[in-house]
């Protein structure tokens, strides 16, 4: 069975870098790094490694024009428009403002301030309605107009965007072989499940027994883990390897880190993204990997690693939002 194509957009391999001073700082596992924020278009992200496989689609369809969808801040939302402009389509994106008080640099700087310069059309809800059919109303409403449009979920997560982690688990094999070491778990943010989804179907398919623990970034755990559930088997269809039957013991999602809500501040994560800026000079983000990196570093603490462990903490990007969060990290106030 052939793969479906996909674009070479992404700068590939990213690197596996040590984080020799945290791992010190916090007397467990040896911790590393896989720089999944180094993926080049658009100042980078996850999403770049599912956009690959999705916009060869779009060009497979024949489309003009992608539409998507995303909170003000989303990363998947700036990726896509990037992706948009290098491929030659129109790009036309629904965002909803998901903070209750946003201030002006949530609403107009970080990822909003990318998504008008790679030339997307940005239409604005309130916030509230169904986000994915907002997009797909959108999308009828430009085929009414003549236009093709092609439209990506929520995260570019479905079958097919996760392509782009399987490629990424088979990339961390590569990496940890040259490496010589065994990554005992995979840290990563949880958001839309695409990424977490990939690299368990690709983990399956390398018959890699590894951990993969995803960390929430918004409620719901159940609803989220039947759809971790949902598009890993879906992944593994298109791969045409099936399903092992304790695929439900493989779908490790801890929902104790995202605070308040989607995109809220949590505290924990804010001290993380401090920590690892601060100890390392690596910047995470308030919504996604500072989260994911509150939570491995709680884990550790809890004694959940051996010092002999090494654990890799996937960094899947949105640095760019920090600047929506001025006034957050903002040391003059
Ligand atoms: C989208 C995103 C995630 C979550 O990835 P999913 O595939 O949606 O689970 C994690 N981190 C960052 C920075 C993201 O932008």
């Known amino acids: 069975m052939t793969l479906p ?3 070479a957009f992404a700068h590939l391999p990213t690197p596996i870098e040590r984080l020799p001073r945290l791992s010190s700082s916090l007397g467990g596992p040896t911790i590393y790094i896989k720089r ?4 080049g278009v658009g100042m980078g992200g996850n999403k770049c490694r599912k956009l690959d496989y999705l916009i060869a689609d779009a060009r497979a369809m024949n489309a003009d024009t992608v539409v998507t969808c ?3 801040q989303s990363n998947h939302v700036r990726q896509t428009a990037a992706y948009a402009a290098r491929a030659g389509f129109r790009c036309s994106v629904v965002v909803e403002p998901v903070l209750e008080e946003p201030d002006a640099h949530y609403l107009e700087s970080g990822n909003m301030l990318l998504d008008g310069l790679f030339g997307a059309e940005i239409h604005r809800t309130d916030g509230g309605g169904d986000l994915e059919s907002a997009a797909e109303d959108l999308a009828e409403r430009l085929r009414r107009e003549g236009r093709r449009p092609y439209v990506i979920p929520l995260g570019g997560s479905n079958p097919l965007g996760a392509l782009g982690y399987v490629d990424c688990a088979d990339e961390i094999a590569a990496q940890a072989a040259a490496l010589n070491v065994k990554f005992n778990c995979v840290a990563l943010a949880s958001g839309s499940g695409g990424t977490q989804a990939g690299l368990i179907a690709g983990f399956i398919r390398n018959g890699v027994d590894a951990v993969i623990q995803g960390f929430t970034v918004s409620p719901e755990k159940s609803r989220k883990q039947s759809r971790l559930e949902a598009l890993t088997r ?8 099936a399903a092992p039957a304790d695929l439900a013991s493989r779908l490790h999602l801890d929902d104790r880190f995202f605070g308040p809500g989607y995109a809220c501040v949590e505290p924990r994560a804010i001290a993380a993204v401090r920590r690892l800026a601060e100890t390392e000079g690596v910047l995470l983000d308030p919504v996604y990997t500072g989260k994911a990196m509150a939570g491995l570093i709680a884990a ?6 051996s010092r002999a462990d090494t654990v890799l903490f996937l960094h899947t990007g949105g640095a760019p939002a920090l600047f929506a969060y001025h006034a957050t990290f903002s040391s003059t106030g």
């Open 5 to 7: 194509s996909k674009l």
């Open 70 to 72: 995303g909170g003000v």
């Open 36 to 39: 999944d924020d180094c993926t």
């Open 300 to 305: 550790t603490e809890e004694g959940k690693f």
């Open 234 to 241: 879906g992944t593994l269809e298109l791969l045409n390897v």
